[in-house]
């Protein structure tokens, strides 16, 4: 099962749109994880229009529409593999411990809020990964996004750069 993993979309906003690069890659998925921050529900339904299945939560800018059509943390069971998703995941000091101790159950966290990309695994395989933003990389060099694999008892997370 292949993932496409976004976050921190921020839009609409001006002349702002997904990159080309991203969108192929998210048609491309079984499904779609976007990790809060969309701003509106057009954004929701544009990604919807793609075809995989879109699993997301909402951020602490979506509007109203957003925030009462997505929960705040979800937890995804797929192909046996466990992943929860938040948009805030809180400061880098702790926060692989602290993701664990929220999601126990979980294989892996997916998060967003910083804009920043991260993959940190601890000794015992469990992950946490930020795809970064395709939109809106502030001081990030790149835009970025994601994409994991789930085959058997694995996830395998990569961040992708996007031109």
Excluded at 74 to 85: F, P, Q, S, V, Y
Excluded at 92 to 104: E, I
Excluded at 143 to 163: E, K, N, Y
Aim: aromatic content about 4%.
């Amino acid at each position: 099962m292949q993932l496409a993993i976004i976050a921190d979309t921020h839009l609409p906003r001006g002349r702002r749109l997904l990159p080309e690069s991203c969108i192929v890659r998210l048609r491309a998925a079984d499904v779609i994880l976007h990790a809060g921050d969309l701003v509106a529900i057009s954004v929701l339904e544009e990604l919807r229009s793609l075809g995989p299945e879109v699993m997301a939560v909402h951020g602490n800018v979506d509007d109203p529409e957003v925030r009462r059509t997505l929960p705040p943390t979800r937890e995804l069971d797929l192909n046996g593999i466990t992943i929860a998703l938040i948009h805030d995941a809180g400061s880098a000091r702790g926060r692989l411990n602290r993701m664990r101790s929220r999601f126990p159950r979980a294989d892996a966290v997916v998060f967003g809020h910083s804009h920043i990309p991260l993959h940190e695994r601890a000794p015992d395989g469990f992950q946490i990964f930020n795809p970064g933003s395709p939109t809106d990389r502030r001081r990030q060099p790149l835009h970025t996004m994601g994409l994991a694999r789930v085959s058997g008892d694995r996830l395998d997370f990569q961040i992708v750069a996007l031109d």
